[in-house]
Structures are given as C-alpha cells and as structure tokens.
C-alpha cells in the first residue's frame, strides 16, 4: 500500500526566519496550506511525503555555502516539476536552468 502525498499550496526553503515569519502570517491571513523548512536535509527527509506538483519556493543562498539552484536540480531528479527560486536577485544574475519554472522575489506569493 502506497502512501498518498500532501498537496500543500507551497512548501518554502529558506535559511531567513523573517521570511519564514512573512510566509506563514500570508498563508494563515489567505487559509492556505503551506510548510517550511530551513535546511535542505529537513526538506529531504519529508520529500516524500509532498506531492510531485506542490510549488517549492528555494532560497538561491541557504547560508553556509549551500546554493538553492543546486539543491532544487536535486528535487528535479527526485520527480518534483514545480520549482522555483526565490530570491533578492534578478533573473538576469542567473545562468538558464531548465529544471525550474522561474525566479520570483521573496515576497510571499499568497
């Protein structure tokens, strides 16, 4: 028997507990469902319980050297499609990757 997997409204990974703050009070104040991790191998460890098309909203910079475009290659080759790079910098600064959907700001998207 297989595990179903949650859809949330978006799962977040970002280093920055202001962010963290600013996501949760938008997703509460909008009802949506949505979960949080601040490392990499947090997120890892629950990956398979998310659904594959839940948007993933990854830090470019997750602090002590660990560089999101990477870690969300990583979440491409484990079969999630909907991922995204959120930071403070212009999609300009980065090189093409195929393997996310965009570069947003770090606004909360709800």
Do not use: H
């Amino acid at each position: 028997v297989e595990k179903q997997k949650k859809k949330y409204d978006a799962v977040l990974l970002d280093d920055d507990f202001l962010i963290e703050a600013s996501w949760k009070m938008a997703s509460e104040a909008k009802n949506k469902t949505m979960i949080y991790f601040s490392a990499p191998a947090s997120f890892f460890k629950k990956a398979q319980d998310i659904d594959f098309e839940t948007p993933i909203y990854v830090d470019s910079n997750l602090g002590n050297g660990i560089i999101g475009e990477e870690v969300s290659k990583e979440m491409f080759e484990m079969g999630f499609r909907n991922i995204w790079i959120c930071t403070g910098y212009q999609a300009s600064d980065f090189p093409p990757m195929p393997w996310i959907r965009g570069i947003v700001p770090k606004d909360p998207i709800f």
